[in-house]
């Protein structure tokens, strides 16, 4: 006599999680951020390797005492504000409008109230 196990029910965690609004917000999150960050670390780890290795033309004086090296560092800081004010408009315009609109839907008990969607 072979008795079925039941699985439990899912939480409402597991429905939101697995509803298919919350895995492409999750997947337009993922095709932004994986990339920016991979060229942001490419972009770091080249200062680095340069000023590691390539001391001759760090020290390259581009206008009086300034020299690449310095401009490579100030850039490191530009990047990071530019990286920040970019993924602020893309959340703003892309991201923040559907996770809106799927906490509506949760809080308005279409997703996440048990039920398997």
Do not use: C
Request: hydrophobic share 45%; glycine share 6%; proline share 5%.
């Amino acid at each position: 006599m072979s008795e079925m196990i039941d699985e439990p029910p899912q939480t409402p965690y597991q429905v939101v999680q697995d509803s298919p609004d919350f895995q492409a917000l999750r997947s337009r999150f993922r095709r932004f951020v994986f990339p920016m960050t991979a060229l942001f670390l490419v972009w770091y780890f080249v200062y680095v390797l340069l000023a590691d290795y390539a001391h001759d033309f760090m020290a390259t004086k581009v206008w009086g005492n300034i020299t690449v090296g310095l401009l490579f560092g100030l850039g490191q800081f530009v990047s990071t504000f530019a990286i920040t004010m970019i993924y602020a408009r893309w959340a703003n315009d892309r991201q923040d409008p559907v996770a809106e609109e799927l906490r509506a839907k949760i809080e308005d008990g279409e997703l996440g109230s048990g039920e398997v969607a």
